[in-house]
């Protein structure tokens, strides 16, 4: 609105000559009255969160002797100058005016409105579940964790179902087997925040087998004749299920060793008789065919260290050590082929010590016992002694540990003699005992260990030896 001041010119009549007063109506009176301000200004930004500064820039027009302001939020001010900053910290609409005034009158500007909002941060999604894994039907404990100010809530529960809670705790259950991907999407002013997926596993109920008093790679000793095997049937919550017929087999030895039904406690028991050669094992047990139910099966495994067999052309029985995971003849060998003969010529030795064979009859010897038997390599009785210290050909190794332990009587169950052996003459038993390997060292050598004492001391020694000597022999067989 523009205030106009009223301007009055006054002429004052002097005594004196009238008409030299008349003259001087004449004359020209110039009379300066000044003009009306246009008031106007600008304003940036017009929308803002609080708190916040807004730019007031004073665009008025015209001579000012002063300016009015208001701010719109209580607070007045009286600047001019070109440019300054007002603070609003409360939300708010605020109508900002501003009357500027001189000698002429004042003029309002037109009045400018700012708005102000409240800040709001964008909320978090977020979310717990428990369980996460259990058996259909399930009722599943939703926790609500999100963070800020939430105006609303959108679920997404992975099984076509959906919700608007806002409880921080609540429950879903989930009628059927599935794998479900839950999702919350939160939303206020300021937008929405949607969380990361949690995946809920609904399962059927289901049933185990637990093996009792069992240890994985259980070590049998030479003694025991037969191992009890012992497993309870239970449902996801443990609870015992009786008259259920469990499967027990020797996957190996390829055949079953029985079965049994679950009794009131859920166990089912049976007895495995301990046969052949020894080595790793594996007893496989499961719910039987026939039956309704169904549970993952079991593998039981077994180290039969010691073992016997039974060749089959003599059928003369031997003991058998599992060492450097195969398997080894625990006695020397006392097969009858062409090049073999018992030390001396004597049959008393045979017995006591088994049959000397030259290299050749050696590998025709094992090669008579089937099933995969076979004189053993030079590398394979080198890594078998490692397990014991090393022969005597190891940097730095006397062989005095490994004769200890695998001569008879020692810690390894392999059980060496001291056969005694035949170059250009016997040497029947003490102080040596040779074994061949398969391994030649030249055209008419080939690789030996010997087991060697003197006087106190023992040692086991690596040698390359002539292949027409006739030495002890101990046949392998891999673990299969």
Known sequence: MKTLK???LIIVMMSGSLSCQLDKLHENVTVSIPTLPVASFQVSPTNCEAPCEVTITNTT??????????????????????TFIHTYNEPGSY????????????????PKTVTITRKIDLPTASFSVSPNSCFAPCEVTFTNTSIGEIDSYSWDFGDGNRGSQSDVSFEHTYENPGNYNVQLIVSNEAGSDTSSFQQIVVQEKTYSLIALDWTQGLELNRDQKSVEVQVRLVDQDNNFIPGVVIDFDVIKAGGGIGNATTASNGIA???????GVGGTEEIHVEVEESENISANPLQLNVIKKFGEFTDPKEEQSYNTVFLNNMIWMAENLNLTVFRSSCCDNSDANCDIYGRLYSFTGANNACSELGEEWRLPTDQEWWDMTLEFGGAQDLPGTEGRDAYNALLKGGSSGFEALLG???????????PDGYYWTSTTDGS???????????FDFGFLIRRSEDTGADFSVRCVKDDN
Request: glycine residues 12%; proline residues 3%; contains cysteine.
């Open 95 to 110: 109508a900002i005016n501003l009357t500027a005034t001189n000698a002429a009158g004042s003029d309002d500007a037109i």
């Open 269 to 275: 028991s049976t007895t495995w008789i301990l046969e």
């Open 6 to 8: 009223p301007y009055f």
């Open 61 to 82: 027009q015209g001579e000012v002797e002063s300016y009015s302001w208001d701010f719109g939020d209580g607070k007045t001010g009286t600047q001019s100058a070109g």
């Open 420 to 430: 005694g052996s035949r170059f250009a003459s016997w040497s029947c038993g003490p």
């Open 444 to 454: 008419n050598t080939a690789w030996a260990y010997n087991f060697w004492l003197n």
